[in-house]
DNA sequence: CTGAAAGCGCTTACAG
DNA sequence: CTGAAAGCGCTTACAG
């Protein structure tokens, strides 16, 4: 067969009208369940499939959405999975659309996406200015029928980010449960400023502290600053090396647990010890930071539960649903062996 | 405006016949130059896309690839991104679909991808059965005008595996250099079996001890056999806590720096020293590898490269046009500590 | 309950 | 060089 077969070579062996074809298929006009089952049979044994293009020309509708990244952020592939299969489950195919530069050109990128007009929806892994999201307050009426776009993690008028994946509680609770074992001598090794994420970490960092001094039991806590400023383990393994002599017994909260990596292999070329001399914490719960030696306390990110939900935000916003509620926290403290033996 | 501009808007501004506007975007009827030029000033005024869906009516042509990957691999999303690079660039929006189970499984989600007729080609980076592989060697008239499905790895009629992924040529050179060491106690850590990179490295480990065992100047050789048959480091680190005692002094060689971190900590854990009593060599140059004590020697695999030149063979497939020419290896080996001083 | 017909927005022979 | 017209394969009021 040179050409797939359409609705009409359906209804031509079926013996009834195109129409009643499209009526059978999609269940929506008024047919008689014998007609429906004996047009079925047809469509199933010719091995139809509707003309999606066609399909879509009629409803004004893709079916389509579309998911933005970067370029290199290695965990996003977890997230995609989640949000491909919210996506697929309602009936959406899902593409991926890679964007890379300042925040001002992924912007326009995402905003040039939007134009095209392909997607019924967007939903931007990467921070974007807001101006391109779409104002899921507005009823959908409003919105000229223009492609919607949500993102995972956004600004707002302060410039901190929102979003699942910025949230750093953890990094109060480490903080914290320091604090109780002992510990007044804190570092913060922060990832680059770019990073909505990153940016949160070292907020709570700072904020954890200022508590912590203003606590008579932990007025005597002191920080030997925020380090660092990008994803660089030799960022980090040198930010240790630059470190007096005198500096441990520190406590280290890395960024993630590649600097975290970074800040144990620098302590280990300046012969301290750790969990001894120091301890440190990372984020993301990478697979070898469980066999480092010691093995690595971090935060476990369910990265697909991340995009599972960051979907169904878009998902409501195209359908024009109200916002589904916020769920637990994804992420979770795993204890080990750098933080030395007491857990909170 | 409540619905975007058409064609036909744009030729009622232009006065012009909607069809003018059609040749003047294509660039492909006779055309005065001077018409061209107005017709395309007034659709940038107003803004005005091509409606693909319509476009793709006619002309049966989707302007959509997909590619295929497993749900869990954190090195796709690199693949990813060079697929999709070069897809952009040849005028092609990429989807993500995501397959799971078995290869039987896996192979019948590709195959009703490719019934369902929407992409022109679809990329597949986990490896499935041939049969629903396009025998690209056809002359593109003999398709059927079928969806164009091509493989990164696909396996040989002995099932080897076949992909620049599956290259593990870096094994042999691992035992050759570890050999030249003065190595003669080897072991292997597999990856699991359904893997084809996993199987590449195994055959190249085994292939690599029985070439030192018939040169008479290693025929002192022995390998402690293959062990592992996962990507759990636990597997690993399990692995080396049932040698004999008597095990070290060892060579592993890892089918990943996951497994080799497992093996590193297993050595740790039994009082081992790497690279006294123990050498590895991993795979994939994990970020976190680089700052383990020792630090991992392994092999730096440019997946983003091998995603480009995947999607090359697939847009070649596509075209009808032959096979690009296969470029120089993806893979690259980083000696570090973990092998010892010694350098090939 | 079923069918004839219009129309979604394009591309492309064909006529002028 | 330009336009009128057909048609890609669907969906959906509307008439019967």
Same mark, same amino acid.
């Given at each position: 067969m040179p050409n797939p077969p359409t609705s009409h070579d359906v209804a031509r062996i079926a013996g009834v009208s195109q129409a009643t074809v499209s009526y059978a298929l999609t269940g929506? *006009? /008024?047919?008689s369940a014998a007609t429906r089952e004996r047009v079925l049979e047809v469509a199933e044994s010719v091995g139809y499939r509707p003309n999606l293009a066609a399909r879509s020309m009629r409803?004004?509708? $893709? *079916?389509r959405l579309a998911v933005v990244s970067g370029? $290199? &952020?290695?965990h996003q592939l977890r997230v995609l999975v989640g949000a491909g299969e919210i996506a697929a489950a309602a009936g959406y195919t899902t593409e991926t659309h890679t964007v890379d530069g300042t925040i001002e050109e992924r912007t326009d990128q995402v905003r040039a996406l939007a134009d095209?007009?392909?997607?019924?929806g967007i939903l931007t892994l990467v921070p974007v200015l807001p101006? @391109? &999201? $779409? #104002? @899921?307050?507005? +009823? =959908?009426?409003?919105?000229?029928g223009a492609t919607v776009v949500v993102a995972e993690a956004t600004f707002d008028e302060h410039m901190r980010s929102l979003g699942e994946l910025a949230d750093a509680t953890a990094v109060g609770v480490f903080v914290e449960a320091l604090l109780q074992a002992g510990h007044r001598r804190f570092l913060h090794v922060a990832g680059p400023d770019q990073f909505a994420s990153a940016r949160a970490r070292r907020d709570a960092y700072l904020a954890a502290i200022e508590r912590a001094a203003t606590d008579p039991a932990t007025a005597d806590v002191v920080s030997l600053g925020v380090v660092g400023g990008s994803w660089s383990p030799e960022a980090a393994r040198l930010a240790l090396r630059a470190l007096? #002599?005198?500096?441990?017994p520190l406590a280290v909260v890395a960024a993630n647990d590649l600097l975290a990596a970074g800040v144990l292999r620098g302590a280990a070329e300046r012969g301290? /010890? +750790? =969990? *001894?001399d120091v301890v440190v914490t990372g984020w #993301?719960? #990478?697979? @070898?930071g469980a066999y480092l030696t010691p093995s690595l306390t971090t935060v476990d990110v369910d990265f697909t539960e991340a995009g599972r939900r960051a979907m169904q935000r878009l998902l409501a916003a195209v359908r024009g649903d109200d916002p589904p509620e916020r769920g637990a926290a994804v992420a979770r403290i795993v204890w080990r062996e750098s933080t030395g033996p007491q857990r909170p």
């Open positions: 929506r *006009g /008024t047919i409803t004004r509708r $893709t *079916g370029p $290199t &952020l290695d095209a007009r392909q997607h019924e101006h @391109v &999201l $779409t #104002d @899921v307050a507005a +009823a =959908p009426g409003e919105r000229d007096p #002599d005198s500096a441990p301290w /010890t +750790a =969990p *001894g #993301d719960d #990478d697979a @070898v």
